[in-house]
């Protein structure tokens, strides 16, 4: 099974600022990897996939990078509706496994 | 509109079965490949299963391999995911979501709909 790490479990950021999350795979999974946001009570939503490739309706504020074993989603500017938990996922093998999460929250 | 409706979710004993379902509309179900994932209360998304669009090709988490049966009814548009044995640590919000663009295929497996989920509890 492929491992999924994210850093830092939580990240506190101020709102206009820039937020870096790091999802660390335990072995190369290329670039079948995807990022969602879950904000609470709610589904989670995919914003990224293909390490890179923006959802339909996702602003270009969030882009992902990476490949193999590392990866980043970065928030370039942080608004009040981007405070949420963010996952990884990779489907490079089965089973299918996520990353536990990253909570963004206001600093 | 993509609309994803479970229901099924309650409380069992542990040992005990359950049936959850996924009603879907707004897109083609019949040939959308679709998937299930939990998240335990206050914590991470897990994986469950996964069924193509044809019904053809099953995955199962390791954790519910055995137990968990995914299906689907194309008459009735829903999916079914089949829970047997029921552990304490079944205890999950399940949602059921659909594949980007409901395509099937090596590396292609992403969600992008998703349901808004029903809890199960498995305690005696």
């Known amino acids: 099974e492929v491992v999924m790490t994210q850093s830092p479990a939580t990240l506190s950021v101020s709102p206009g600022e820039r937020a870096t999350l790091s999802c660390r795979a335990s072995?190369?999974?290329?670039?079948?990897l995807a990022w969602y946001q879950q904000k609470p009570g709610q589904a989670p939503r995919l914003l990224i996939y293909?390490?890179?490739t923006r959802a339909t309706g996702i602003p270009p504020t969030f882009s992902g990078s990476g490949s193999g074993t590392e990866f980043t989603l970065t928030i370039s500017s942080l608004q009040s509706e981007d405070f949420a938990v963010y996952y990884c996922?990779?489907?490079?093998?089965?089973?299918?496994?996520f990353g536990g999460g990253t909570k963004v929250e206001i600093k | 509109e993509v609309q994803l409706l479970e229901s099924g979710g309650g409380l069992v004993q542990p040992g005990g079965s359950l049936r959850l379902s996924c009603a879907a509309s707004?897109?083609?179900?019949?040939?959308?490949?679709m998937t299930w994932v939990r998240q335990a209360p206050g914590k991470g998304l897990e994986w469950v299963s996964v069924i193509s669009g044809s019904g053809g090709s099953t995955f199962y988490a390791d954790s519910v391999k055995g137990r968990f049966t995914i299906s689907r009814d194309i008459s009735k548009n829903t999916l079914y995911l089949q829970m047997n044995s029921l552990r304490a640590e079944d205890t999950a919000v399940y949602y059921c979501?659909?594949?980007?663009?409901?395509?099937?295929?090596?590396?292609?497996?992403?969600?992008?709909?998703w349901g808004q989920g029903t809890l199960v509890t498995v305690s005696s």
């Open positions: 996922q990779q489907y490079n093998n089965w089973p299918l496994t």
């Open positions: 293909g390490a890179s």
């Open positions: 707004g897109f083609t179900f019949s040939t959308c490949a």
């Open positions: 072995q190369s999974v290329s670039s079948n």
């Open positions: 979501a659909k594949y980007l663009d409901c395509v099937w295929g090596n590396y292609r497996h992403y969600f992008d709909d």
